[in-house]
């Protein structure tokens, strides 16, 4: 480990060095609003709390970030709380690869503000959360042992957390993960089937993707995807079902990509003879954004829209299921707006997975009215209804879409919990005081 480097372009694996060699098994930064600034638990951390200070883009006067470094196997597991005044903060647990820490905590700062405009649109009270873990390349994330023992100490990350923040299903997180994650805490959603929650919500965020898709559709005086060719990045979970969906809608085509080849060969076999031309790229090929469409929908990764990226768009339309699209929200929001690119806001119509396990402790019924309600035109927070509220008013006013919704997002995010008020902040600032990160 090289010592003269900044703790942010440290790679994960040399801060776990750097925390164990200053004796830190568990970490904060939380905003102290009376000397507006964010705090450092460790003095030997506050270059990390400085930047967070001095960030315009990412940093939005997150509530708390709690970290801790796990006992087996050396994963730097963290929970980012954005804002909780509609209720806990919610949101899913991604475990990924990262360059630096400067990247960790970014994706974590931008996933967890994301959340907190999903869940207001959506009508949820809930806040916005994220829980984020760096893969250890030390060790084999396949390994069913490793995965388990990993995934339980964030369950009791959780717990510790006293419900700030409940987690649910991410990017690399599995079905049998949350399992593991449900065993150790009571602060988690996305729960099994088998074990009374509503499992994986890949079906349910492709279903609200087309109903983003048609939004902007009936926006342009057009409501038919009918006809339509269609270019899709990610043919994941998500990617994979929002392409069924699409043949389902009668689009002519369907052109689309993946970074993994067994994704893309068993979706090829499951819809042979649909007119699906799709190919197998490199984790930075984005040549699927020249391509010839009507609608570019992106379902892989975030920060994916971006000078480098817009120039090349052919399509009328953009809207889908990947977290974070805008690389910088304010300068490409505005390229896209200067392009005359519908642009649907990723936090408005990838709503569906928190939606499909928000309610988990009220119990199931057929067809929950609670869930459909956000696919149908009718409902005043449906993903219909706020996707043309969102691009009548950037169509009115000039302003980008994506500033648009986050405006209203915003506004939405600051009314209090109704029965609880604001008690997310509460439990952070208990946690502070009884010394959470000594323990």
Not at 99 to 117: P, Q, V
Request: hydrophobic letters at 35%.
């Amino acid at each position: 480990m090289d010592q003269t480097k900044g703790l942010l372009s440290f790679s994960a694996q040399e801060f776990v060095e750097f925390l164990k060699n200053n004796n830190i098994n568990r970490f904060y930064f939380i905003y102290d609003k009376k000397k507006k600034k964010v705090i450092s638990s460790h003095k030997v951390l506050q270059e990390i709390a400085d930047f967070m200070n001095k960030d315009k883009r990412d940093f939005n006067f997150h509530e708390g970030m709690f970290f801790q470094l796990s006992k087996k196997y050396e994963t730097l597991q963290g929970a980012f709380v954005h804002r909780t005044n509609r209720g806990q903060a919610a949101g899913g647990i991604r475990y990924w690869s990262y360059n630096n820490m400067e990247d960790y905590l970014r994706d974590g700062l931008r996933l967890s503000k994301g959340m907190t405009h999903k869940n207001a649109l959506a009508g949820l009270w809930w806040g916005g959360g994220k829980g984020v873990m760096a893969y250890n390349p030390s060790y084999d994330k396949n390994n069913p042992e490793i995965r388990a023992s990993i995934y339980k100490e964030y369950g009791e990350l959780m717990t510790s957390l006293c419900g700030c923040y409940v987690t649910a299903e991410d990017v690399g997180t599995n079905v049998a993960d949350m399992s593991n994650i449900f065993s150790m805490t009571r602060f988690t959603t996305c729960i099994p089937f088998n074990l009374g929650g509503s499992g994986n919500p890949s079906i349910p965020t492709a279903r609200g993707v087309v109903a983003g898709i048609k939004a902007a559709l009936k926006f342009l005086k057009n409501d038919t995807l009918k006809g339509k060719t269609i270019a899709v990045q990610g043919m994941g979970n998500v990617g994979g079902h929002l392409i069924k969906y699409l043949f389902e809608e009668k689009v002519n085509k369907v052109i689309a990509c993946d970074v993994s080849s067994n994704n893309v060969e068993r979706l090829k076999a499951e819809l042979e003879g649909k007119n699906l031309e799709a190919n197998v790229v490199d984790p930075l090929d984005t040549s699927i954004f020249e391509t010839e469409c009507d609608i570019l929908s992106p379902c892989a990764t975030g920060a994916i829209l971006n000078p480098g990226t817009i120039s090349k768009i052919k399509a009328r339309i953009i809207c889908g299921a990947a977290n974070n699209q805008l690389e910088d929200p304010v300068r490409d929001g505005k390229e896209l707006n200067k392009r005359g690119i519908i642009y649907v806001p990723d936090f408005l119509t990838n709503r569906m997975g928190i939606v499909n396990c928000a309610n988990e402790q009220y119990g199931y019924v057929n067809n929950d009215p609670a869930i459909e309600q956000h696919l149908q035109a009718g409902w005043k927070h449906s993903i219909h209804q706020t996707c043309l509220a969102v691009l009548k008013e950037s169509n009115r006013t000039g302003h980008p879409s994506s500033k648009i919704a986050v405006s209203l997002a915003d506004k939405l995010s600051k009314e209090n919990h109704p029965l609880f008020g604001h008690r997310g902040q509460q439990i952070i600032d208990s946690l502070v005081e009884n010394k959470w990160h000594e323990k």
